[in-house]
């Protein structure tokens, strides 16, 4: 039997997720938790055979956890699914060490056909990511924001999207100073000076497609500067 986690700061997509899973003898869902630290505590201690995350939870993102299952050497196998229907930056989920890629717009059996194949060693990603992934192999194109870390990438989609310091310091539980460090380090890592060129930017690599998972995430209207 292959063993599931399920990690959304959503309840019902977690029910949605389970209620799906529970019709299919093959798996269990042996847990869930509501942020990415929770959710992380909950796959070192459970080692499931898989962790279902979203990209963007409160506290820790879904980047961050799947790269620090990876770098705990844990048995667990990472499928991110996530609202963005164009997936900006699956290359770093792949490099972050994920081995399927989803938009919660795929069909059921799509989802759990991935899962089957992620249980079985094997990575699955969704056929626009994988298109996507071709056509930058094939141009050379890629993405300033690469350049960043995951908490870096959170904090600059944020950013983009109008949030200010103390609400990403409630958000992601982190002080205000540590996010005025992070911005600092993202607009030198993107050779940029203020928010408006970094919306700009955000724009232009399709990273504000995650607005809507964003404002979602939230909880509400974003106040925009």
């Known amino acids: 039997m292959i063993s599931v986690v399920l990690i959304d700061d959503h309840v019902l997509v977690r029910s949605g997720y389970r209620a799906m899973l529970e019709r299919r003898p093959e798996f269990s869902v042996v847990g869930e938790a509501d942020d990415g630290e929770a959710g992380l505590a909950l796959i ?23 790269e620090r299952v990876r770098r705990g050497n844990l048995r667990t196998r990472v499928v991110i699914v996530t609202m963005a229907g164009e997936a900006p930056f699956p290359r770093r989920l792949l490099e972050a060490g994920a081995m399927g ?4 717009a795929c069909p059921a059996e799509e989802f759990l056909q991935a899962l089957q194949q ?12 994988a298109q996507q992934l071709a056509m930058e192999a094939l141009d050379g194109s890629g993405s300033p924001f690469d350049r960043l870390t995951a908490r870096e990438l959170e904090i600059a989609i944020r950013l983009a999207q ?42 232009l690599h399709g990273v504000l497609d995650l607005g809507s998972a964003l404002e979602s995430a939230s909880g509400g209207r974003r106040r925009r500067r």
């Open 44 to 66: 070192r201690r459970l080692e499931p055979d898989l962790a279902v995350l979203d990209l963007h939870m409160p506290k820790l993102t879904g980047v961050e956890v799947t």
């Open 101 to 104: 890629y989803l938009t919660k």
């Open 118 to 129: 992620v249980a079985d060693g094997r990575r699955y990603l969704a056929p626009a990511v």
């Open 162 to 203: 109008g949030d200010d310091a103390q609400s990403l310091s409630r958000f992601l539980s982190i002080s205000d100073k540590t996010i005025s460090t992070h911005k600092s380090n993202i607009f030198a890592k993107l050779d940029i000076d203020n928010v408006v060129a970094l919306a700009h930017m955000a724009s």
